[in-house]
């Protein structure tokens, strides 16, 4: 079927001009970038310029009414190219057929990849920078350490031992050194541990301290002379350590 011609004009006096397949949808102005709803039927009136028709109007007149007239089907500019780049329906007058869907897909493909590498980037320099500052700082030489605690000869449940260094074979400022920790299972058995990443405990003298707490009161089940003022001193070897406790409790007053 040989498509219509619909001739209509924009509220800003823009006249334009476009197929009928095209009625009832929405077309932008050339001239303002308003949208406008294509009329069933012709709104402009066609105007037909001829010598007889308007006398006083020489052929010169004509050729240029005519080239005025044939600027209108030019090739679609570069604003007009960019949209039909991305999806967008081009019409006579360069217009673009507006919907939803050709929206979000131009949304889509201009600004989606470009969000996506900035949110890699942020991710990659976050990933390498947590790398650095975890890598920076060594554990000093550890020794494994492992045994078992009991208290008046019966393995002491959730009890927390900690090793407290004293001195250091390889590094002068033993401020800088922190106590290895572990916990006794339901055999006494316990792990020490120097980080969440390092099993042991610093190379060297270490203070002992034990100590248990009851659930219901909180009370410390422990003898002071084992976690306050500890006197249990255990020297750490590189290697393999095994620390046995057994403890007791205070005499009855």
Not at 117 to 129: D, E, F, H, P, T
Not at 131 to 156: F, Q
Request: glycine share 8%; hydrophobic share 30%.
């Amino acid at each position: 079927m040989r498509k219509m011609t619909i001739r209509f004009a924009c509220r800003c006096g823009k006249k334009m001009k476009t197929s009928d397949d095209k009625i009832g949808k929405k077309v932008l102005c050339p001239s303002c970038g308003s949208p406008v709803v294509v009329p069933d039927s012709n709104t402009v009136a066609v105007e037909t310029l001829t010598p007889s028709a308007a006398p006083g109007i020489g052929a010169s007149d004509i050729a240029s009414d005519l080239l005025r007239s044939t600027a209108t089907d030019s090739p679609p500019t570069k604003k007009t190219g960019r949209r039909k780049q991305f999806g967008f329906d081009e019409g006579t007058e360069g217009e673009s057929v507006v919907s939803t869907y050709e929206t979000i897909r131009y949304f889509s493909v201009s600004f989606v990849p470009a969000v996506l590498v900035s949110i890699g980037v942020v991710l990659a320099a976050y990933w390498v920078s947590s790398a650095l500052i975890g890598g920076a700082e060594k554990p000093p030489d550890l020794g494994y350490v492992s045994g078992t605690i009991r208290l008046d000869d019966k393995p002491l449940i959730g009890a927390t031992v900690s090793f407290e260094p004293r001195t250091s074979r390889d590094r002068e400022d033993i401020h800088r050194l922190a106590p290895a920790e572990g916990r006794t299972d339901e055999n006494g058995t316990y792990v020490l541990h120097y980080t969440r990443d390092y099993d042991g405990a610093p190379v060297g003298k270490n203070v002992v301290k034990i100590s248990a707490h009851a659930r219901a009161t909180g009370r410390q089940l422990i003898p002071h002379r084992y976690n306050g003022e500890s006197t249990l001193i255990r020297d750490v070897e590189s290697g393999s350590n095994t620390f046995d406790f057994d403890l007791r409790s205070d005499p009855p007053e």
